[in-house]
C-alpha cells in the first residue's frame, strides 16, 4: 500500500492555492464546474480557511453532476468515508457510481496534462478501485504504472505527489529507489510551503547525521515544519532547543513552549514530556496536579512502545503523590481535554488512504459482485485476488499474537485466515472452469505448495489444473505438469507422456523445461540419447541465467575435462547459491584443474555448499582443514558467512546474459578505461556478480561509482544492491574512493 502518512498531507495542489476561497465562490455561483470541485477541494483540505465537509460535499457534487471527473473523485470518497453526510446503503451505492465515473473520466484530463487528475489517479490504481483501466477491473496496477502517473502529477507541481514520489523512491525494494531523488522532490514540495516534507527532509539530516540533507539545512525545514503548526514537528523543535542543538545554548523555556503546542494538538509523546516536566519542577514550578494530567492525557494517545511502558509507572508514582480528594477531579479533567489540532497535524486524516486496507478490500469485492454475478471470469479472478489479500492479513495477524502468546487471539486469526482461503480456491475454480488461465495457474500453484499452516499440498488437484492452463497454452503450466508426472504424481497417466508436454515448453525457451530437456537428452531416458541436443537446451537455459542449466553445461564440460570452460559455467550456477555448482568449484580448486590449487578456496566453496544445502561435504571439510593453518581457516569461513547468493534468472526471460566465450574482457576494460560510460557500467557488474571474474567489491564499486557520476541511470542502484549483498568496511570504500579520484580517461 502507498504509505498513507505521505499522501494526503499537503495543500492539494498549485491551482487551487492560486485562487482564494471568494473568488472561487464567486465563479462557483455561476455554475463553471472546475470552480465549483476547486472550492470543494479547498474547504475538504482546510486551505485557506475553516474544514466544512457538507460544504465540500455539496460543492464535490454540484460539480460531479456536470461531469467533472476530479469532483467525482472527490465526492465518492466523501460518501464513502462518510465524511460531510451520514453513512447509508444510498451514500455507499452513490459512492460506488461515482468511483466507476471517476475512474472512466480521469485519463482523459491526465491525456491533457493535468497534475491533479494524474495524483487521483494513480490513487485508484494503487488502490484496485478502477474499473476501466488497463488489466482487470478493481485490480492493482503495477508499480510502474502507479509510479509514472504519480511523477507526472510531481512534475506538474502537484504537492502530495511530490510527497508521495519521494516516498516510493525511498523504499529500497521500489524499482526507482534513490534516496537523492527521494530528497530532490522534498525539497521542492517544501519549498511550496509543506510542512510534512520541510519535517521529512529534517528527519532525513538527522538519520544520516547531516551526509544526505545537511545539518544546517535540516534545522531550517524542522522550524519551518513547526511554524506551520505540524504538532510533530513542534515537539522536535522543542526538544533540540531544549538540547541545544538548536540555537547553540540549551533553551528550556523556549523548548517547553514549543513542546505544549504540540501536546495541545493531543501529541501524546510531548503531552508526556511535559508531564515529566511537572513533576520534575527543573524548566517548570514543579506540580504534581498538572503533571498527572498530562501525563493521563498521554496514556490515551500513540505512543512509542518504549514510553508506553515508562508512562505506566511514571503515572503509578506521580499518583501516590497526588491527594485523594482531588484525584477523581483530575482524572475527569484529563478525560474531557479536547486536542485542538491544526489543519496541518490533520491532513493524514483524510483522502481515501485514510481508510483501512479491509475497508479498501470489503469496498473492492462489493464492486466486483455485480460483474461476479453477470458471469465474467475476470472479476471472479480479482475477487479471489481479494480474499488471497485479506487472508495474508489475518496469517500475519496470527504470527503476530503467537510471538506475543496470544494464543486464542492466534487461533482465531487462523481461522478467519482459513474461510479466505476457501473463497480464494472457489472464485478461482469459479474462473478456471470458464478456462481463465491466470485463474488455472494460481489454483494449480495452491495446490501444488499448500498454503502455510491452512492447507497441506494436493499434488492430484496441482496436477489437474496444471493439465488445464497446459492445454490453454500456458508454458509454465506445460512445464510443471510434465514434472509431476516424472514425479509419479499424475494418476492415470504414463511416464512417456511427459515428454511431449516438455518439449513444447522447451519449444518456448522455457528456461526449466530446457534445462530438463537437456539431462533426459544427455541420458537417452524417455527420448532418444543426443548430446549435441542436450548441450543446446543447456546453453539455452544457460544464457538466461538458469542456474542449474549453468550448473548442467559445467558438468558436462568438467566431463570432457575442458576444465576452465566448466569453471566458467560453474561460477554463474554458484553465485546464485546453485550447491552442486559450489561444490564442483571446490574439488576443482582443490584439484587445480582448470585453475591454480587453492586450499582456503576450496574451502570455502564447500562451506559455501554445505551451506546451500549440498549433502555430504562434511568429509572434505575435515581433510581440508587437517591441511590449512587456523587463520586461513576463519578467513574462509568468515568469507563464506557474508556470502548472499543472488537469483538473476527472470522466469519471463527479461535478463539474459552474454556468452562468456564470446566476451572480451579486456575490450571491456579498455573501453572503460578510455571513458565509455556503459562499458565502465558493465565492467562493475562484471566485478560485483563474478561474470567470469573473481566477486571484487573495491574494482565493482570504483567502476559503478564512476559509471554512476558520469550519469548512467543504473549504476547508483546497482552500486548500493552489491553493498547489500557484499557489505564493504570502511577501509575498502575508501579505498575505492581514492580509486575514483585517481582515475583519468585514456584519450
Partial sequence: MIPRVLIFLAAVSLSIA????????????KGESEAQYLLAEKLYWADGGPRDLKQSLDFARAAAKQGNAKAQYRL???LLLSQGVALS??????????????????????????????FKLALLYETGLDRFGEGRPYERRSKETVFALVEQAAKGGHVPAQLLISAMMQN??????????????????AKQGNAHAAHKLWAISRHTQGTVVLREEGREQLAAAARSGLSIAQHEYGSELNRGTIGGVPDPKAGLEWVRKAA?????????????????GKSLERDINQSFIWLARARSGNLPPAIARRLDLEIARVRQDVAADKLLGLINEAKQFKPQPTAVTEWPEYGLNSAKPAFILQLRREMLSPLTQAGEPEAMFVLAECFAEQMEVHLGRSLFFKQNNVPDRARNEEELARECLKEVKAWYAKAAE?????????????????????????????GHWYHQGALLGDTLCMYRYASLIHEG??????????????QKAADKNHAPALSMMGLFLIRGDLIAQDTKAAVKCFEKAALQNYAVAQGNLGQYHAEAKRYEEAIKWYRLAARQGEAP????????TLRGQGTKKDLPKAYYWFTLAKKYGFQGVDRELESLAKQMSAPDIRQADAEAARFVAQVFYKPDGSAPVANLAEVDLKTLQDKAEGGDREAQFQLGLRYAKGDGVNVDTVIAYKWLYIAEKTGHPAAESERKQMMKVHPMGITKIRAARDMVKAFRANK
Fill in 18 to 29: 492560486a485562487e482564494d476561497r471568494k473568488a472561487l465562490e464567486n465563479r462557483a455561483a
Fill in 76 to 78: 465518492a470518497v466523501q
Fill in 89 to 118: 446503503e444510498d451514500t455507499i451505492k452513490e459512492g460506488q457510481q461515482m468511483l466507476d465515473a471517476a475512474a472512466k473520466g480521469l485519463p482523459a484530463l491526465v491525456k491533457a496534462g493535468d497534475a491533479d487528475a494524474a
Fill in 172 to 189: 529500497q525494494k521500489h524499482p526507482k529507489y534513490s534516496l537523492t531523488g527521494s530528497v530532490d522532490w522534498l525539497r521542492k514540495a
Fill in 264 to 280: 495541545m494538538q493531543g501529541f501524546a509523546t510531548a503531552q508526556f514530556v511535559l508531564g515529566l516536566e511537572y513533576v520534575l
Fill in 434 to 462: 470458464k478456462k481463465h488461465l491466470d485463474a488455472c495457474v494460481s489454483l494449480a500453484m495452491i495446490y501444488h505448495g499448500g498454503v502455510d499452516q491452512l492447507a497441506a499440498a494436493d499434488p492430484a488437484q496441482a
Fill in 489 to 502: 504424481q499424475v494418476k492415470g497417466v504414463e511416464r512417456k507422456d511427459l515428454i511431449p508436454w516438455l
Fill in 581 to 588: 555448482s559450489q561444490f564442483a568449484l571446490g574439488l576443482l
